[in-house]
């Protein structure tokens, strides 16, 4: 029978290495408290209308790369390409707007979007990210690119870039657009189909399009940055100086669109090593688009699995936790039961414990002792359970400490010094 493997742009996390997922989770809820944000859990799965309307028809993830199914009920499903929309949802289905404003939300997710697997990207993978509601000051903007550059700073990654631009609002999009279309008209023939379908509909969107031909075009295609209306220019040139304030240094990327449909304003992109290791923007419209009230809102995304692997490329070891500080080892029937019980009580007590389940020898136990990496070491056997004593073995040094099997707080004593 052929050996079953994991679909294609999936990828297991082997209990070898989910310390370092732990870790790096860990550190980014720890940051989160920090700025007083919470998590929220939503579904792995919605109804397929919310993304074409949040996340928008003309983008690559709608036309390309949602995993959408029709359930038993004949209702269209998408497993969630992005974290954004969905949160979105939560936020007006639960009428959070009611609540005291802003509401900070993180959230880790898995994603699931069919496209090439790239490096760090697969089809399903996982994306920790943050969405604040509720301010449309541009300090918000710059709260949010500093908590994402103090996570890569924190984990020891160098050599970051920041690059920021502003694709304005839906008022002043409009003449760019207009520029834009003037601008591609002239080369629509060489556009590929999926930007030819994009033309009338969102221009924009043939700017990050990753076809050659299409890259090539539109080099030389208008900035937004000279469209831009008098209010999207203060917004930008304020996040600016708050970004100075805190010392973070930036580069304006005028063609940075982001590959959703709902940003205005604010969009930035975070580079290591010309990988987008973070990415993220304000989205003041999409609450309204998706049948809320007219709520401003900015977030940002980062995917787990891209930034372990920088994690690994920078040479930033994380290191192995111990899993096991004492190994009870038994030789015999009663002195099984004994170590099965000591082990019970011991873990209840806060002890990393184990005995032996697979009836091995004494010398067998002590070698999977020290293979695990056990900190302490005991054997039990008839005299140790007649004498209601035992030698615990520190196995650093081989030191030996008489213990009293009836008092296993003076165990743990000895075991946490």
């Known amino acids: 029978m052929e050996k079953m493997q994991a679909p294609k742009g999936t990828k297991d996390m082997l209990p070898k290495d989910s310390y370092k997922w732990h870790y790096v989770e860990n550190k980014l809820r720890n940051l989160s408290k920090e700025y007083g944000i919470r998590e929220i859990r939503t579904p792995m799965f919605e109804h397929t209308e919310l993304f074409l309307r949040g996340v928008g028809e003309t983008t690559d993830v709608v036309q390309k790369e949602m995993y959408t199914f029709e359930d038993k009920g004949n209702r269209s499903i998408t497993l969630k390409p992005e974290g954004t929309a969905p949160a979105v949802r939560a936020y ?51 709260e949010i690119i500093s908590l994402a550059m103090r996570a890569f700073n924190e984990l020891g990654i160098k050599g970051l870039e920041l690059n920021i631009n502003s694709i304005g609002c839906p008022k002043c999009r409009k003449s760019y657009n207009e520029a834009l279309n003037k601008f591609l008209g002239d080369n629509y023939n060489n556009l590929c189909e999926t930007c030819k379908s994009r033309f009338e509909r969102n221009p924009m969107r043939i700017l990050d399009c990753k076809e050659r031909t299409c890259k090539e075009i539109t080099k030389e295609a208008p900035v937004i940055l000279d469209y831009i209306c008098e209010e999207c220019n203060d917004h930008f040139e304020t996040l600016k100086k708050y970004l100075g304030v805190m010392g973070i240094d930036f580069k304006v990327d005028p063609y940075i669109v982001r590959g959703l449909d709902y940003y205005t ?32 809102a900015v977030g940002f995304g980062m995917g787990l699995e891209r930034l372990l692997m920088t994690l690994e490329e920078e040479g930033i070891e994380i290191d ?87 008092n296993l707080n003076m165990l743990v004593e000895i075991i946490k010094k």
């Open 92 to 142: 007006i289905e639960n009428s959070i707007y009611a609540d005291t404003q802003p509401t900070k939300m993180y959230y880790f997710t898995p994603v699931f979007r069919y496209e090439n697997v790239q490096k760090g990207r697969l089809r399903q993978h996982h994306q920790f990210g943050v969405e604040i509601f509720g301010s449309k000051e541009a300090s918000m903007d710059a």
């Open 265 to 296: 304003k604010t969009v930035f992109e975070i580079i290591n090593k010309g990988l987008t290791v973070c990415g993220g923007g304000r989205y003041d419209k999409l609450i309204e688009e998706i049948g809320g009230p007219e709520i401003p």
């Open 320 to 406: 192995e936790p111990n899993l096991l500080e004492l190994y009870i080892g038994s030789m015999g029937e009663d002195a099984n039961l004994e170590s099965f019980n000591i082990v019970y009580n011991l873990r209840k007590l806060g002890v990393k414990c184990e005995g032996d389940h697979m009836k091995k020898s004494v010398k067998a136990q002590m070698k999977y002792a020290n293979k695990m990496g056990a900190l302490y070491s005991m054997i039990l056997g008839e005299d140790e359970l007649n004498n209601k004593k035992a030698n615990l073995k520190r196995m650093s040094d081989g030191e030996v400490f008489s213990v009293d099997l009836t």
